[in-house]
């Protein structure tokens, strides 16, 4: 397996520990659709980091890790309050 595809997979991981973790942490009810809706989210948002390399292609894997983490967080927060205003728009909610 090369290199590049080892981070990928990595980042994936990343992202669905942290999609599930937030969802452990907060007050909403526990299901498996929400839970695994934010790990693919949190995925999808955290495999946004394989773009720094192509920026950098030498880039460490744990500076890579950190940009995955940091997209992860708050490119899923972003993406699931994005989802649900479109939702509400689209059942006449606002």
Do not use: D
């Not at 030498?58 to 950190?66: D, H, S, Y």
């Amino acid at each position: 397996m090369q290199e590049y595809e080892k981070n990928f997979i990595w980042l994936l991981c990343l992202g669905a520990f942290i999609g599930v973790g937030k969802l452990l942490v907060s007050s909403e009810k526990l299901t498996v659709r929400l839970c695994l809706g934010r790990a693919i989210l949190g995925s999808a948002t955290t495999a946004v980091a394989g773009a720094a390399l192509i920026q950098v292609p030498n880039i460490q894997p744990l500076a890579l890790m950190a940009i995955g983490s940091g997209l992860g967080i708050v490119g899923a927060q972003f993406l699931e309050l994005w989802l649900k205003k479109q939702v509400n728009k689209i059942n006449g909610g606002g």
